[in-house]
């Protein structure tokens, strides 16, 4: 089964720039599209970025476009958040996410890593 571990989190400055990382393993990675979700104290989980098993396609949740970027690296397995310009509205714990195309589950979840953006 899919395994997924999280990192690259922690306490930045408002302004200040994090990229976080996500190990994959257990699969053929490029079959499956990668996102990046974040859950607030007190909020639903919501989805950040979502890149598709190529790397060609992206998405992003409005708020994030322009600050930050998934990128992911097929052949060693990993996913990438890039988080730039950070704001304290961007603290949360960030989750990867790994669904395989044609699923009718919300795919398999890492364990998190908390991104904390605080003067």
């Known amino acids: 089964q899919v395994q997924l571990v999280e990192s690259g989190g922690g306490l930045v400055q408002p302004g200040g720039s994090l990229r976080l990382s996500c190990a994959v393993s257990g699969v053929v990675f490029s079959n499956y599209v990668m996102s990046w979700y974040r859950q607030a104290p007190g909020k639903e989980r919501e989805l950040v970025a979502t890149?598709?098993?190529?790397?060609?396609?992206?998405n992003y949740e409005d708020s994030v476009k322009g600050r930050f970027s998934i990128s992911r690296d097929n052949a060693n397995k990993q996913v990438y958040l890039q988080m730039n310009s950070l704001k304290p509205e961007d603290t949360a714990v960030y989750y990867c996410n790994a669904r395989y195309p044609g699923s009718r589950s919300r795919g398999s979840w890492g364990q998190g890593t908390q991104v904390t953006v605080s003067s």
């Open positions: 890149i598709d098993t190529t790397g060609y396609r992206r």
